[in-house]
């Protein structure tokens, strides 16, 4: 690891190799493990079709719950989730990993939020700065980042949304095709039904009670776009479980349905505008 201090202003990129080739993808997101769940197929389909990747990652996840055997060997959650980003970046073939070094903020109320160094604490400028610097330097073909409601409204996810789409407004180079990260709500929305069925409240899912499903539900973006992954899947999975302290571990579903449930990743398309069809992003030229 490097010597810059934590939480320093200062981005840490860490390359796993020169920035040679001629076509680039940059995903822009705020957690150690918001890259792998949410695109890793679209990551590794692009690799696959020789379009170097890079992430940027804004916090180190220092927020996330952890159970405790997964510390027995790092200092705390932000050296566990560093390493476990780097093992990712591995699995997906990245070619680099910018780290922000803002502080992960937690969910919304907690007091996380009011760290100084957390990222909704920073200036949504000096954030939008620092990624347009790198969006300079690395030249990308396609970006991709949260949308709005940042998925299921992490703070941070927001956070970031706003710093990308405020780079993308100052930087020299003009990318031309911007996404942001997107899902069908079909099998939500049954899930949302099911839980009034059964007396659960959709407004007050997940570990911590702080996911509000129905509004995650009615803030997804429309899918403009789809990618066929069925052909990295195995690749994915092995990418999820580097995040294995955030649950990447678990792939429960029988692998007779996994190009079912993992062939294709959506998104939505941003820049230049969707033509109202959807379309099938083919990387290869
Ligand atoms: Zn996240």
Redesign the pocket.
């Known amino acids: 690891m490097s010597d810059i201090p934590h939480y320093s202003p200062q981005t840490e990129s860490i390359y796993r190799r020169p920035l040679t080739a001629a076509r680039r993808m940059l995903v822009i997101?705020?957690?150690?493990?918001?890259e792998a769940?949410?695109n890793a197929g679209i990551i590794l389909a692009a690799r696959h079709a020789g379009i170097e990747v890079h992430y940027i990652c804004a916090?180190r996840?220092e927020c996330?719950t952890v159970d405790a055997h997964y510390l027995t060997t790092y200092p705390d959650v932000r050296a566990l989730r560093t390493a476990e980003q780097m093992a990712a970046a591995d699995a997906l073939d990245l070619g680099a990993v910018h780290f922000l070094n803002y502080r992960?903020s937690n969910m919304p109320g907690s007091p996380d939020n009011q760290n100084p160094q957390a990222l909704v604490q920073a200036p949504v400028g000096d954030v939008a700065t620092r990624v347009a610097t790198l969006i300079d330097d690395i030249k990308p073909e396609f970006v991709i980042t949260?949308p709005p409601y940042?998925?299921y409204g992490?703070p941070?996810?927001i956070a970031i949304h706003h710093a990308t789409l405020a780079a993308l407004a100052q930087t020299t180079w003009q990318v031309p095709n911007l996404f942001y990260s997107t899902f069908s709500t079909t099998l939500l929305r049954a899930i949302i039904l099911l839980m009034r069925v059964i007396g659960r409240n959709p407004r007050a899912f997940g570990r911590n009670g702080d996911i509000d499903v129905v509004r995650v539900a009615e803030e997804a973006t429309p899918i403009t776009t789809t990618v066929d992954c069925r052909h990295v899947i195995p690749a994915k999975i092995t990418a999820w479980q580097c995040h294995a302290s955030q649950g990447g571990g678990m792939t429960r579903v029988p692998r007779i349905f996994w190009r079912w449930f993992y062939g294709n990743e959506t998104l939505t398309r941003i820049t230049p505008p969707a033509t109202g069809r959807r379309e099938v992003l083919r990387f290869a030229v």
């Open positions: 997101y705020a957690h150690p493990d918001d769940f949410g916090t996840g996330g992960d949260f940042g998925g992490h941070d996810h």
